[in-house]
């Protein structure tokens, strides 16, 4: 019986390693390592990625949710489309500086960024930082669903790594839900457990 069940065990090793690893995580929990830079290290607090067709929604709705739920967020300090970029420059530098110099960058998604080439070259420039800089600095917020096959390949591969997204809606109770969510994500420096290939 000794010989048998150990045989078990070794042919199942992989599956029992596996379940006590989940269990571990269960009773004991798990440390997220989190950088020691606050928000107030860097120059802009929040930076707001969105492509050009959805600048009305953004600026009228969202943008003044952000102000209403994160009140430390200062408007002077969220870069959130071209017109608060820096002056000077190219504007891919601009919006590379803008990239490296923001605690977070907040990516909207919707049905128009999937055939906005300016959009999708912001959003690879964001993703290289945040490999560079090994932090979660990046958040994607769905304004709508998109069917998986429309997906770009990038925002397939930030979401297959489980980093963090949020969706958004339109109903009240799942509005609280979302912000409660996001805040605690925008408000939080997490390190990176592995990079994205590119």
Partial sequence: MCIVGS???WRNRWWLNYKCFHLRLLIIGYYELEDARERQDYRYDLN??????????????????????????LRNRIVCGDDDLPLGGMRF?????????????????????????????????????????QLENVVMVFREGIPDNQLPYLIRLFLSKN?????????????????????????????MNGILPL
């Fill in 163 to 191: 980093k963090p997204y949020f969706q958004w809606n339109e109903e009240r109770y799942q509005q609280m839900l979302f912000w409660e969510e996001l805040t605690k994500t925008l408000t939080r420096n997490k390190k």
């Fill in 7 to 9: 045989l078990l065990v």
């Fill in 48 to 73: 707001i990625i969105f492509p050009d067709e959805d600048e009305g929604w953004v600026h009228e709705q969202f943008l003044a949710a952000v102000q209403e739920h994160l009140p430390d967020f």
């Fill in 93 to 133: 530098d601009a919006i590379d500086r803008v990239i490296e110099n923001s605690f977070k960058n907040l990516v909207i998604v919707s049905n128009a960024s999937v055939n906005d080439a300016n959009y999708l070259m912001t959003l690879q420039m964001a993703v290289a930082h945040m490999n560079a800089v």
